[in-house]
T-cell receptor
Framework: DTGVSQDPRHKITKRGQNVTFRCDPI?????LYWYRQTLGQGPEFLTY????????KSRLLSDRFSAERPKGSFSTLEIQRTEQGDSAMYLC?????????????FGSGTQLSVL | DAKTTQPPSMDCAEGRAANLPCNHS???????VYWYRQIHSQGPQYIIH???NNETNEMASLIITEDRKSSTLILPHATLRDTAVYYC????????????FGKGTRLSVIA
């Protein structure tokens, strides 16, 4: 049983470039979440999907950020025109339930460094 | 914003019980208390959750006060591998809002 997989593990980019991250959730998990985490802080919610539908987006998610989950399986998170403030760990999580007692399973994250 | 208050750090001797407190004085009757932990360079890991009753699983025990305004996560026999940041989170039973993480408690287990 594989867990949540994120690719790449590390990404270094120059300011102004576009980057895309991929998340493969646990098979048959219908919910998929994206979080962002900076050093010393807890993860901050960005957005989540129920199957292929994007149900909520945080105010943290500027217009430069877009997420997709086209077939309700894997998801991508794209950041356009990256800024140094985008440097962070981007975490993906999945779950099999939309109820309040759901358990989220997190990947190991993609560490983004914007130079 | 996180609706919980946790001490920023704690130490525990290896083999002893680690008791991590959490204050959630504004919790409502239809909110769960969740605990996750995050080991360095990994994503958060689910530990346990509860509503009113105390809960125990293979990882930990969760003790919720009768008025539900605070709780304690207990790791009965802490090991060095339990060194991590522990997050206490409240979340509606309906599940229609995402988990909101605070800064958590950094637990250091010392040999």
């Amino acid at each position: 049983d594989t867990g949540v997989s994120q690719d790449p593990r590390h990404k270094i980019t120059k300011r102004g470039q576009n980057v895309t991250f991929r998340c493969d959730p646990i098979s048959e998990h219908n919910r998929l979440y994206w979080y962002r985490q900076t050093l010393g802080q807890g993860p901050e919610f960005l957005t989540y999907f129920q199957n292929e539908a994007q149900l909520e987006k945080s105010r943290l998610l500027s217009d430069r950020f877009s997420a997709e989950r086209p077939k309700g399986s894997f998801s991508t998170l794209e950041i356009q025109r990256t800024e140094q403030g985008d440097s962070a760990m981007y975490l993906c999580a999945s779950s099999s339930s939309g109820q309040g007692n759901e358990k989220l399973f997190f990947g190991s994250g993609t560490q983004l460094s914007v130079l | 914003d996180a609706k919980t208050t946790q001490p920023p750090s704690m130490d525990c001797a290896e083999g002893r019980a680690a008791n991590l407190p959490c204050n959630h004085s504004t919790i409502s009757g239809n909110e769960y208390v969740y605990w996750y932990r995050q080991i360095h360079s990994q994503g958060p890991q689910y530990i346990i959750h509860g509503l009113k009753n105390n809960e125990t699983n293979e990882m930990a025990s969760l003790i919720i006060t009768e008025d539900r305004k605070s709780s304690t996560l207990i790791l009965p026999h802490a090991t060095l591998r339990d060194t991590a940041v522990y997050y206490c989170i409240v979340r509606p039973v309906s599940g229609n809002t995402p988990l909101v993480f605070g800064k958590g408690t950094r637990l250091s287990v010392i040999a």
